[in-house]
Structure formats: structure tokens, C-alpha cells
């Protein structure tokens, strides 16, 4: 009879770590490199909303996202709002620079000003763990360049969309968030 119940207590504690371990990831807690070859806690942008969009150099959408994410940026950045930028070559090998060249091409193309991080995969075995957490806790994968994940305060998972859904389209989403963040702040005060 022992063993029978110690075996339960084990199994419920094992239950009980493992929703308490689930609930405490989320978006902010993960760890990347940034596209100058540095470790950077995601945590920095908790409090604020995130944009995560995995980008490509060479893409048909690459002009019209990149321009509208600067647009984002530069309208609700960097204190309320960052888009966070992940360089991925997996889908059409549409982005084969190395880190620094890509760097150097969207900073001086598209005057980019947000965080850029290394270039990782997106999906499949060799999916990098932040995407891996995307896809899981939103249910929708990439299957193309400029998927868009959106993240709130608290590093939840908010919504996702393809590239044929435009930045444009999601802006007002954004706003609204970005607003709730600051009318919060002079409740506050």
C-alpha cells in the first residue's frame, strides 16, 4: 500500500513542478543572440509590447515590412513598443548574408533602429527555442518569410499572422496596447 501512495504523491508533485515550470515561461524569460554576437536576455523588453518577426533580405515582402516596422518602431519605440527582428534563411534561401552583412544592410537601407538578433531557424528540428515557444503556445508555425508574432507585457502570445497580413494592418492592435501600457503608467503616478 505504501509504495502505491508515495507513487500518487510522486506523480502529483511531478504535475505540480511542471505547471508551475510552465507557468513561469513565457516569451521574456528566453536568452538570444543579438546580430552583433552578443547574449541578450529578452527579458530587457518585458513591459513593453514586442513585435517578433522572423525577416529576410531578399523576400517579395522585404521593402514594404521592413519600411512599415521602422514606421512602428520609430511611432511607439523603444519604451512602450520594439520590434525584434530574427534573420532566418529557410525559407527560399532569402536571406544568406552573414550576421553583420545583414546588420549593415537593413540599418542602411531601412534606417533600421530596432533590436536585430542573430540569424536562426525558425521551424523544424534546428528551431531555435524561442521560436519553438512561439509555435507551441500560438499554435500557428511559419511557413514563409515575416510571420509575425505579437507579445504583450507579461510575455504572453497575443496573436500571430503570415506575411500577406500587412504590419499596416496590425498597427492599430499595437496602438491600442501600447496605449493601455501608458494610460497604466499615469494611473500610477
Known amino acids: ?13 511531478l504535475l505540480l513542478f511542471n505547471l508551475a515550470e510552465s507557468k513561469q515561461k513565457d516569451f521574456y524569460t528566453f536568452k538570444v543572440v543579438n546580430s552583433r554576437g552578443k547574449l541578450v536576455s ?6 513593453s509590447v514586442s513585435l517578433v518577426v522572423n525577416v529576410a533580405s531578399e523576400c517579395g515582402f522585404t521593402d514594404e515590412h521592413y519600411r512599415d516596422m521602422q514606421e ?6 523603444p519604451y512602450h513598443f520594439n520590434v525584434l527582428a530574427f534573420p532566418c534563411n ?8 552573414s ?12 534606417g533600421v533602429s530596432f533590436p536585430l538578433f542573430s540569424k536562426i531557424a525558425v521551424v523544424g528540428t534546428g528551431a531555435n527555442n ?3 515557444h512561439l509555435v507551441e503556445v500560438s499554435g500557428k ?5 515575416f510571420w509575425k508574432y505579437l507579445i504583450d507585457v507579461d510575455g504572453k502570445v497575443v496573436d500571430a499572422w503570415g506575411p500577406r497580413v500587412s504590419v499596416k494592418e496590425i498597427r492599430p492592435k499595437i496602438a ?6 501608458i494610460l497604466k503608467k499615469k494611473e500610477e503616478l
Open 176 to 181: 491600442d496596447m501600447v496605449r493601455q501600457i
Open 90 to 97: 529557410q525559407f527560399g534561401q532569402q536571406e544568406p548574408g
Open 141 to 145: 508555425e511559419p511557413d514563409w518569410n
Open 42 to 47: 529578452l527579458e530587457k523588453y518585458r513591459g
Open 72 to 77: 512602428l518602431q520609430r511611432d511607439f519605440g
Open 130 to 132: 524561442v521560436y519553438k
Open 99 to 110: 550576421d553583420k552583412e545583414i546588420d549593415s544592410f537593413v540599418r542602411r537601407v531601412y
Open 1 to 13: 500500500m505504501l509504495p502505491a501512495a508515495l507513487s500518487l504523491t510522486s506523480v502529483t508533485l
